[in-house]
């Protein structure tokens, strides 16, 4: 099982940048697939960007792609995700989450266990 949690969210203006970071527990982090979703208000929750468990494969939402950067440190157990060029319509709670089941997954469905979230707010 592995808890994790969000950080790094904020207000910030069209056209900035914020890194968030995931904080996960457990000794076993390596071995699992890594998400990042989000949920604006009134809306299902989308993926936003998934990495593989090895790391080395990463699948991107195409509004962000070129905006958006998954990375993650196996050894601190944390997983980022480099926003740069924002945009008003990236407005959402933003949630990291897990999964063991597949090398790569983007459904939210497959991701058993998820962060409490973390607000990003882009004014235009």
């Known amino acids: 099982q592995v808890q994790l949690v969000e950080s790094g969210g904020g207000l910030v203006q069209a056209g900035g940048s914020l890194r968030l970071s995931c904080a996960a527990s457990?000794?076993?982090?390596?071995?699992?697939?890594m998400g990042w979703f989000r949920q604006a208000p009134g809306k299902e929750r989308e993926f936003v960007v998934v990495?593989?468990?090895?790391?080395?494969?990463?699948y991107y939402r195409d509004s962000v792609k070129g905006r958006f950067t998954i990375s993650r440190d196996n050894v601190k157990n944390t997983v980022y995700l480099q926003m740069n060029s924002l945009k008003p319509e990236d407005t959402a709670v933003y949630y990291c989450?897990?999964?063991?089941?597949?090398?790569?997954?983007?459904?939210?469905?497959?991701?058993?266990?998820w962060g409490q979230g973390t607000q990003v707010t882009v004014s235009s």
């Open positions: 989450a897990a999964q063991k089941n597949y090398e790569l997954a983007y459904g939210r469905d497959y991701y058993d266990y």
């Open positions: 457990g000794r076993t982090f390596s071995s699992y697939g």
């Open positions: 990495m593989s468990r090895s790391g080395g494969g990463t």
